[in-house]
């Protein structure tokens, strides 16, 4: 089967063929997303980006974070970009993609246009990201490496998945879709670091809505955006990887990570296994003489910035960060991520002490390491991210990020929420709102 025959099947799932606990996971995305956006609404690049929509003629329908209604397609790219503000989303680790920032602002926006169950915009959630997995996949390890940024290229096609799926296309406005998709899907990852990064998760989004909807009107596209003669697949990875040989009915979704630290998920093994380090507690960054950090190669040219010039860089510093963890400084909270911490002087010497070096036998999720303290003593650090929490646990984790970016709001979220049954997908989205 070919793969955009794959993602097509995908699409078009029943609804009582989607895994529970992968639409218990989706459900969780919704909420950790929601957090999210709210907590960045005041974000320079989400002001810019709800200037540009008030300037964009069309019927208000959906929701934006702290705003009104706009048309669908600018409310997916507001969103997209809004709730990647932070960088503080979901990832799924099999292709390096944030799903929830690229593929939510497309079902909700689309979802309150026609006026859909919430259940329904979940649904066309999960099978846009299951989509959007099984493309990044065969993008592969390359596309990532030459400077394509996952979330926005295979983001976009899980958005038009997920949107087609809402407006109920058939089978060849499926196909068309997608095929528009591969001449709009976007995005590198020479912007991390800057408002372009978020940016990329709302063109995403917005492509989707627009694919979607273009391909509902009736335009046309390439019988094979995807694989076809000079489709996006050999024309955006140098080397493709093989289509998964899993069964459309075993969801790969499965395995997404949630963020509880806010920062590149590329750091969070490390800060956990310093957490972790019960040999460290008590110790502070003067008793420490070397770090000697081990991590995936492919996180060397994401959250290596030895030097950060601003607080947004200072996300992307393994040495910033292990610093920042060993001194008891609340990574999860986005606020300490100031300008004035590249001026720390503590952080700033502790920087000098760290190595971190690229290591092929560990998985993008793992990290691995050594400190050394002044008298000589030496603790190891391990930690694995792909270790799975039971969905009550993550549960209470998600909850507590909530309630610590956004306060009681956070807290309101969850009790509304939380069940979905019954509730409309424009209930959802009149919570963005102020």
Not at 127 to 136: H, Y
Not at 332 to 359: H, M, P, Q, T, W
Not at 391 to 401: N, P, Y
């Amino acid at each position: 089967m070919l793969l955009i025959d794959r993602v097509i099947e995908l699409a078009r799932l029943p609804s009582d063929r989607l895994p529970a606990r992968a639409m218990g996971l989706a459900r969780f995305s919704l909420l950790d997303w929601m957090a999210c956006g709210i907590a960045a609404t005041d974000e320079p690049v989400a002001a810019k980006l709800r200037l540009l929509a008030e300037q964009e003629a069309g019927n208000g329908v959906s929701s934006v974070f702290g705003d009104g209604g706009v048309p669908a397609r600018m409310a997916a790219l507001v969103n997209g970009a809004t709730s990647h503000a932070l960088d503080y989303d979901d990832t799924h680790f099999a292709h390096i993609g944030h799903l929830s920032v690229a593929i939510y602002p497309a079902a909700l926006a689309v979802a309150e246009e026609i006026d859909a169950s919430a259940d329904a915009m979940v649904e066309a959630f999960l099978v846009g990201a299951e989509a959007a997995i099984r493309i990044g996949i065969v993008l592969g390890r390359a596309h990532y490496n030459q400077g394509f940024h996952q979330t926005a290229t295979a983001g976009a096609f899980g958005a038009t998945v997920a949107a087609a799926r809402l407006y109920g296309l058939n089978r060849e406005q499926l196909r068309n879709a997608i095929g528009l998709c591969s001449t709009r899907a976007s995005g590198l990852k020479s912007q991390f670091g800057t408002m372009g990064k978020p940016y990329n998760a709302g063109i995403a989004a917005s492509n989707g809505v627009e694919c979607a909807k273009l391909a509902s009107l009736g335009m046309t596209s390439s019988d094979d955006g995807l694989e076809g003669l000079q489709g996006f697949i050999p024309t955006h990875s140098p080397a493709a990887e093989p289509a998964s040989d899993g069964s459309i009915d075993n969801f790969i979704f499965d395995d997404n990570k949630y963020k509880l630290h806010a920062c590149c998920h590329g750091t969070h093994a490390m800060i956990e296994a310093l957490l972790g380090a019960d040999a460290l507690k008590g110790r502070g960054l003067d008793d420490i003489a070397a770090l000697v950090l081990r991590t995936n190669p492919r996180w060397l040219s994401v959250c290596d910035i030895k030097r950060p010039r601003t607080g947004l860089e200072v996300k992307f510093s393994y040495n910033w960060l292990a610093g920042m963890t060993i001194r008891g400084d609340r990574t999860g909270d986005d606020r300490i991520y100031r300008d004035s911490l590249v001026d720390d002087r503590a952080l700033s010497a502790f920087a000098n002490k760290v190595e971190v070096i690229g290591d092929d036998a560990l998985t993008d999720m793992q990290a691995r390491g050594v400190l050394t303290l002044k008298d000589g003593a030496k603790i190891e650090l391990h930690h694995d991210l792909d270790a799975e929490l039971p969905q009550h646990v993550l549960a209470g984790k998600l909850r507590t990020k909530a309630e610590a970016l956004i306060g009681a709001r956070g807290t309101g979220l969850w009790q509304a929420f939380a069940d979905l049954a019954g509730k409309s997908a424009r209930a959802v989205g009149s919570a963005l709102r102020k």
